[in-house]
Every structure is written in structure tokens, then in C-alpha cells.
T-cell receptor, first 112, second 114 residues
Framework: DTEVTQTPKHLVMGMTNKKSLKCEQH?????MYWYKQKAKKPPELMFV???????INESVPSRFSPECPNSSLLNLHLHALQPEDSALYLC???????????FGNGTRLTVT | GESVGLHLPTLSVQEGDNSIINCAYS??????FIWYKQESGKGPQFIID?????DKRQGQRVTVLLNKTVKHLSLQIAATQPGDSAVYFC?????????????FGQGTTLQVKP
């Protein structure tokens, strides 16, 4: 079992829906990340938070909205997604920036 | 530019043999490299890392070699086991400040034959 917990494991949503992905870690890590992974492709960085502040946004469309309410939690709010946004969304955390990332098992998102 | 890639998409080895997975990177200023293993239905799992001031680092059954001259990274797995079957990614942190940006290579699928 991973120490980074993501919920839900699976999510199916329509293009007009609003949903949120949640990520939680209790390792005391101060950096948290969202990655997107399409089938048979490497993870692609979306957002980086350090000490609850957004430090990297990799030109992600505004229909994806991250939120870091505290040092243990990271959310990804989804609105008006497109079918091509269907992917595995991975959350990760690290002690600090530029230290090894610990990944959760992801949320498998399907947009219909 | 920023580019991390692996030489082969699939590597098939016999159980008990040693495996070598290769990775090339293009940013000569990169200073931190990580190998991840991803099994089906799971997130990437940290295997081993190495910083640019080292040439070699060993873990349990794994060794990472870094050749900065030719910008090449390799992961060696000793006595490969069926449980080693997975996709292996090398990842690189370009030297662009303390950003936390980690770039993954395309991945190599390791298949272990019994």
C-alpha cells in the first residue's frame, strides 16, 4: 500500500459535471504534485505545490483547478472536461522540492 | 532542450539473469536522476536515485550508473525475478533552480520469462 492516498480510485463524469480528486499524505512532506498519465505514456507534470503555495503550473487548462488546503491535502477540481482529458491522475509528495517523489496509485478518470 | 528517453521500449529477460535498462538525457546541466518502477494499476514506485556528483550508486539488487560525458543513465537489476516485471522510467530534474520539476522518459517494459 502506498502512503499517498488518492480518492476516488475510479471516476466517470460527463463534460458538464463538476468533480474533485483528492490526495492525502501524512508523512510530513511539504511538496505535493499532480501528474497526468495517458495509457502507455510517461507521467506528465501538471502542478507543483511547495509549503501549500503553487510553485509550478505547466500551462494546464483552467478547467483543472488545484487546491492545497493544508500540508497534508491536495485537491484537483474538475469542470467542463473534454473526453481527451480521460487519463490516470497521479498525486505525489516529497519531503521537499528536488527530493524523491512518493506516488499514490492514481484516480482513473473517464470523461464521457 | 529537455528530453529524457530510453533506448528500447521492451526488454525481455530470463528469470535469474541480470537486466540492464538504459536511458539517455539531453540536458547536460541536469543534476538529479531517479528510476521508477510502475506495475499495472499502480503509481510509480521509487527504486533508486543518483546525483550528478556521483557515477554509481547501489541498492538492494539494483545499481544505477551515470555517465555524464555521454549523458547516459542505466539501471542494472541483478538476478531478475518475475516480480520485477513492470515499466521502468528514468526521470530527470533539470538544473533550473529548486523547482521540483521532474521529467520522465518514455519508459521501458521489462518482461521476465520463467
Amino acid at each position: 500500500d502506498t502512503e499517498v492516498t488518492q480518492t476516488p480510485k475510479h471516476l466517470v463524469m460527463g463534460m458538464t459535471n463538476k468533480k474533485s480528486l483528492k490526495c492525502e499524505q501524512h508523512m510530513g512532506h511539504r511538496a505535493m504534485y499532480w501528474y497526468k498519465q495517458k495509457a502507455k505514456k510517461p507521467p506528465e507534470l501538471m502542478f507543483v505545490y511547495s509549503y501549500e503555495k503553487l510553485s509550478i503550473n505547466e500551462s494546464v487548462p483552467s478547467r483543472f483547478s488545484p487546491e492545497c488546503p493544508n500540508s497534508s491535502l491536495l485537491n484537483l477540481h474538475l469542470h467542463a472536461l473534454q473526453p481527451e482529458d480521460s487519463a490516470l491522475y497521479l498525486c505525489a509528495s516529497s519531503v521537499k522540492l528536488n527530493s524523491p517523489l512518493h506516488f499514490g496509485n492514481g484516480t482513473r478518470l473517464t470523461v464521457t | 532542450g529537455e528530453s529524457v528517453g530510453l533506448h528500447l521500449p521492451t526488454l525481455s529477460v530470463q528469470e535469474g539473469d541480470n537486466s540492464i535498462i538504459n536511458c539517455a538525457y539531453s540536458n547536460s546541466a541536469s543534476d538529479y536522476f531517479i528510476w521508477y518502477k510502475q506495475e499495472s494499476g499502480k503509481g510509480p514506485q521509487f527504486i533508486i536515485d543518483i546525483r550528478s556528483n556521483m557515477d554509481k550508486r547501489q541498492g538492494q539488487r539494483v545499481t544505477v550508473l551515470l555517465n555524464k560525458t555521454v549523458k547516459h543513465l542505466s539501471l542494472q537489476i541483478a538476478a531478475t525475478q518475475p516480480g520485477d516485471s513492470a515499466v521502468y522510467f528514468c526521470a530527470e530534474t533539470p538544473f533550473s533552480g529548486n523547482t521540483g520539476k521532474l521529467i520522465f522518459g518514455q519508459g521501458t517494459t521489462l518482461q521476465v520469462k520463467p
